[in-house]
């Protein structure tokens, strides 16, 4: 080691700082395969769970979805509106909404709608165990079942929060959970022709679009959307109605695609 020191001592400040930078072009190199061993690749790229936020499709469908966890006071108004286009639609409630509205839980079943579980009581899931996510969306499973008579198969995730285990539980339920790619921020309050700006100009085949009921200007707004949509071409459907069947997978963007031929 003393022999090392006295010949590096010896070189003059050019070789010694060539002999540097190759000792940091080394170090570099040595960073780079490590990263790309197979094995760190493997244990980083943990392939996340995910819900389903839109829809591989060959033809141009679309859903609009709705989440009913608050007011009730424009829920027949959007009956009514969708019935004139003759258009079924999917709506995500919270248990304890109801609770206080089973009527209008019944109006959106006898209409034909879809009537899908947002949770029993708006809780924050990435906060729970799996077992009181499982317990809190079956109890909201029961209260619809008890006045629709269908058992909930989609699951909507409340404020659009979930990690893994939320994802993991609902999945072991057999349930699916469903997001958006299209959201028209209605919650907002922005002007009904703004939000029919906003859904037009963004949906695409395969396309799930967010609404609330309760939101100001959504009445207001879902007229020009549905003329608009079915104008361009779109077949507006349920959720169930939409989803892929058989094999498939959702891929990082929480695309549902079909699963491709190796």
Known sequence: MNKLKTWFGRL????????????ALALIIAVALLINNPVIVG?????RELPIYCVERDNKCASLSFDAAWGNEDTQELIDILARYNVKATFFVVGQWVDKFPESVKALHDAGHEVMNHSNDHAHFSRLSSEQIISDINACNDKIESVTGVRPTLFRCPYGEYDDNVIKSVNSMGMTAVQWDVDSLDWKDLPASEISQRVTSRAQAGS?????????N???ALPEIIETLIADGFELVP???ILLTGDYEIDNTGRQCRLKDT
């Open 12 to 23: 003059s400040l050019t070789e010694r700082r060539s002999i540097a930078s190759l000792g």
């Open 239 to 241: 959720i169930s109605e």
């Open 218 to 220: 959504t009445p207001a």
């Open 208 to 216: 799930i679009i967010l609404f609330h009921n309760a939101a100001k």
């Open 43 to 47: 244990v980083s790229a943990v392939k």
